[in-house]
């Protein structure tokens, strides 16, 4: 123990540097278990042994800095795990318990246009209707919506409501978790809506709110199409206007993270207003002489980039990089040298403390992974002495930009795909490449011309710009495109176990916040993981939390729906959680079934084992002795009714009763059948059904 004790000693001696950043780790790690966990017994179990560790660590070595470092590291983690349990709690609302009709007067909280869906989506507080949740999401068809809809007018609307649906599928998205953290207790589409009374006085909230929706409407009368859909989305965050194909393409070809206003966006913006307040000011002798230009520059870019997060919805990607921006700015005006690791460690604390949610999200995710891996990547000093500037000619200094375009997108990608992995079941292959083209692109061109479009618009001399945008912009999607349709773009997986993802992250971790030899420890959780994923199969059937989709796996590695007029989002929501990309067949057409308009019967074989799945596909009444005999034959049924107590297969019967508790299912067959549950991977969280 002397021994080890003195080893470990030397190791956080020499990264005594780097121990800050592992703080928000440990709150991050509290957090994600409490996401990970099931129920309130495991929650308080991680609480204790966060503490035993932590006091174990004292105890041991509470005049070392490893036994220290390890304390403090166990106390974050618990704070995390508490924190999130205790803002859990706080936000908690009412729910609605079931689906049904509901008429109400209510307050408008925000608007928001989706043109690629012809909709509008609003977040309401009702105001005469004390039996519904204090805040719903209702959706508008655009040939319904009313003039003057905007945050702060009172309408009346009436509206087909149904409680937050949790994921439908293990591993698909899980609506109900983001409602419960934003308070929304109910979702569902208006018939009728009327204007009781137009937006009066309003908060600060409303009124930016009120701007953002104001500027993209504006783009969007200038730009049409997929290029106004992203303008809007570059100067508002709004990407409701982005049609589902080139949003696919944008995720396909690894260009998505320029949808999301983030670090590359609010740098740019922060960079431009310096430069233009720079040189402004330097016109002017007596201001270059007598005062500070680049505390004045820095404080403008300041006030630029808050503006520009406020403007965009102020989500954690922009809420990070603004942190990390006026840290920076700070440090400027100071006259010291940021570390740009210790600054996105500030930025990460930060969000996890105001939004501890947030880590459970793609978004924070994707934003951290990507700028950690790039730090990462630059700190290191081979890389760093590689790409250097130094005295060269053009032809070598592009060469070297070249190539360190080239090694950044290379480390984001191989940064991001797991994540990509684990919350969408894909990942682009030639995002590296498109990247080299696309951020320059988006930063040098297609920014600058947007921002001059729109102050030339107040003088009525913008077209010539919005004309230099959108051609731009088109250069940007035909790219996204190109790429996402080349062959092998693209890498599917099915839904991938928490454990498995849990170990990439952990390894990556290890890999970027470490500076010693010891770093290439991380590779082996990270190899492990990847052999674990790649060696998950696709699941044989998966189910719906409802009973009325079903996908079966055929014998050529494609999938078979139950009903072939299921829509769009059904089926790309089974493909993705089955990592399967192409045409959904139907069960009706497989040579092994046989279906009539009410119940249709498939054979599977697997591992040399027959499997007779049965399942309903319509409201109408069976009668019971055939379906007694149906049920008796088969070993999976399945069904969206409540089947008579004569229905006895072989091994599973899902019917509603079964799903209600369950939710929708992922079934593996084989020598040893494995059925993966929604309500095991979601747990007994106050959002999900079993609570």
Same mark, same amino acid.
Request: hydrophobic content about 50%; proline content about 5%.
């Given at each position: 123990m002397a021994r080890l004790g003195e080893r470990l000693e030397a190791r956080f001696d020499a990264e005594r540097d780097q121990l800050p950043l592992w703080l928000p780790v440990g709150l991050g790690l509290g957090i994600g278990a409490w996401f990970a966990l099931p129920d309130g017994r495991a929650w308080i179990a991680f609480l204790l042994a966060a503490a035993a560790a932590m006091l174990g660590f004292l105890a041991l070595g509470a005049s070392t800095r490893w036994g220290r470092a390890l304390a403090i590291f166990c106390l974050a983690a618990a704070l995390g795990c508490a924190h999130i349990w205790w803002k859990a709690e706080r936000v908690a609302a009412p729910t609605l318990e079931y689906a049904r009709m509901a008429e109400f007067t209510a307050a408008i909280d925000s608007f928001q246009r989706l043109p690629a869906r012809d909709s509008v989506r609003l977040v309401v507080r009702p105001l005469d209707a004390p039996n519904l949740p204090p805040k719903l999401r209702v959706n508008i068809d655009e040939e319904d919506a009313v003039p003057s809809l905007q945050p702060g007018a009172t309408v009346r609307i009436r509206a087909w409501m149904m409680p937050p649906p949790p994921m439908a599928v293990p591993g698909a998205y899980d609506f109900a978790r983001h409602a419960w953290f934003q308070r929304i207790g109910g979702t569902g589409r208006a018939l009728e809506v009327e204007l009781v009374a137009p937006a009066g006085g309003q908060d600060w909230r409303a009124r930016i709110a009120g701007w953002r929706q104001s500027l993209a409407d504006h783009i969007q009368s200038r730009l049409s199409g997929g290029e106004g859909g992203i303008a809007t989305a570059l100067a508002t965050g709004d990407q409701g206007a982005i049609s589902e194909e080139d949003a696919e393409a944008m995720r396909r070809s690894g260009l998505a993270h320029l949808l999301s206003v983030s670090g590359l966006h609010l740098t740019a913006v922060v960079g431009a207003v310096m430069l233009l307040t720079l040189k402004l000011l330097a016109l002017s002798p007596t201001l270059a002489l007598r005062c500070r230009l680049t505390l004045v520059a820095a404080a403008a870019g300041a006030v630029a980039g808050i503006a520009y997060t406020l403007l965009t919805g102020a989500e954690v990607p922009t809420v990070r990089a603004c942190v990390a921006a006026l840290l920076i700015l700070a440090g400027v005006a !100071?006259?010291?040298?940021?570390?740009?690791?210790?600054?996105?460690?500030?930025?990460?604390?930060?969000?996890?403390?105001?939004?501890?949610?947030?880590?459970?999200?793609?978004?924070?995710?994707?934003?951290?992974?990507?700028?950690?891996?790039?730090?990462?990547?630059?700190?290191?000093?081979?890389?760093? =002495?590689?790409?250097?500037?130094?005295?060269?000619?053009?032809?070598?200094?592009?060469?070297?930009?070249?190539? =360190?375009?080239?090694?950044?997108?290379?480390?984001?990608?191989?940064?991001?795909?797991?994540?990509?992995?684990?919350?969408?079941?894909?990942?682009?292959?030639?995002?590296?490449?498109?990247?080299?083209?696309?951020?320059?692109?988006?930063?040098?061109?297609?920014?600058?011309?947007?921002?001059?479009?729109?102050?030339?618009?107040?003088? #009525?001399?913008?077209?010539?710009?919005?004309?230099?945008?959108?051609?731009?912009?088109? !250069? !940007? @999607? #035909?790219?996204?495109?190109?790429?996402?349709?080349?062959?092998?773009?693209?890498?599917?997986?099915?839904?991938?176990?928490?454990?498995?993802?849990?170990?990439?992250?952990?390894? #990556?971790?290890?890999?970027? !916040?470490?500076?010693?030899?010891?770093?290439?420890?991380?590779?082996?959780?990270?190899?492990?993981?990847?052999?674990?994923?790649?060696?998950?199969?696709?699941?044989?059937?998966?189910?719906?939390?409802?009973?009325?989709?079903?996908?079966?796996?055929?014998?050529?590695?494609?999938?078979?729906? @139950?009903?072939?007029?299921?829509?769009?989002?059904?089926?790309?929501?089974?493909?993705?959680?089955?990592?399967?990309?192409?045409?959904?067949?139907?069960?009706?057409?497989?040579?092994?079934?046989?279906?009539?308009?009410?119940?249709?019967?498939?054979?599977?074989?697997?591992? #040399?084992?027959?499997?007779?799945?049965?399942?309903?596909?319509?409201?109408?009444?069976?009668?019971?002795?055939?379906?007694?005999?149906?049920?008796?034959?088969?070993?999976?049924?399945?069904?969206?009714?409540?089947?008579?107590?004569?229905?006895?297969?072989?091994?599973?019967?899902?019917?509603?009763?079964?799903?209600?508790?369950?939710?929708?299912?992922?079934?593996?067959?084989?020598?040893?059948?494995?059925?993966?549950?929604?309500?095991?991977?979601?747990?007994?969280?106050?959002?999900s059904a079993g609570e």
């Open positions: !100071l006259g010291r040298d940021a570390f740009t690791m210790r600054l996105l460690a500030v930025g990460a604390l930060i969000v996890l403390l105001l939004w501890p949610e947030s880590l459970a999200g793609p978004s924070f995710q994707l934003s951290f992974a990507a700028i950690a891996s790039i730090v990462a990547l630059h700190e290191h000093p081979r890389i760093k =002495a590689l790409l250097s500037r130094r005295e060269e000619g053009f032809a070598q200094k592009f060469g070297r930009f070249l190539l =360190a375009l080239i090694l950044t997108g290379l480390a984001v990608e191989i940064a991001l795909a797991p994540i990509a992995l684990y919350h969408f079941h894909k990942a682009g292959f030639y995002g590296a490449l498109a990247n080299i083209v696309a951020i320059p692109l988006t930063t040098f061109v297609v920014m600058p011309l947007e921002a001059l479009a729109l102050l030339f618009d107040l003088a #009525g001399l913008g077209a010539p710009f919005w004309w230099l945008t959108g051609q731009s912009l088109s !250069l !940007l @999607l #035909g790219l996204a495109h190109a790429v996402a349709e080349t062959p092998g773009a693209v890498a599917l997986l099915p839904t991938m176990p928490t454990g498995t993802f849990a170990l990439v992250v952990a390894g #990556g971790l290890w890999i970027c !916040l470490w500076k010693t030899r010891w770093r290439r420890w991380g590779l082996a959780p990270v190899l492990l993981g990847a052999i674990w994923a790649l060696s998950t199969p696709a699941p044989d059937i998966v189910v719906t939390g409802d009973g009325r989709h079903l996908a079966i796996r055929t014998g050529e590695g494609g999938f078979a729906l @139950l009903r072939d007029r299921a829509g769009d989002y059904v089926r790309d929501m089974l493909s993705e959680t089955s990592g399967y990309e192409g045409d959904l067949a139907a069960i009706q057409d497989l040579p092994t079934a046989a279906c009539s308009r009410d119940m249709c019967a498939a054979d599977i074989v697997r591992d #040399g084992r027959r499997w007779r799945v049965l399942a309903t596909r319509s409201r109408r009444f069976v009668d019971f002795a055939p379906l007694s005999r149906a049920c008796a034959s088969a070993d999976i049924v399945v069904s969206d009714r409540t089947l008579p107590r004569t229905c006895i297969p072989h091994w599973l019967k899902a019917d509603r009763a079964f799903l209600r508790h369950t939710g929708g299912l992922a079934i593996t067959l084989g020598d040893q059948p494995r059925v993966a549950t929604v309500t095991a991977r979601a747990g007994r969280h106050p959002w």
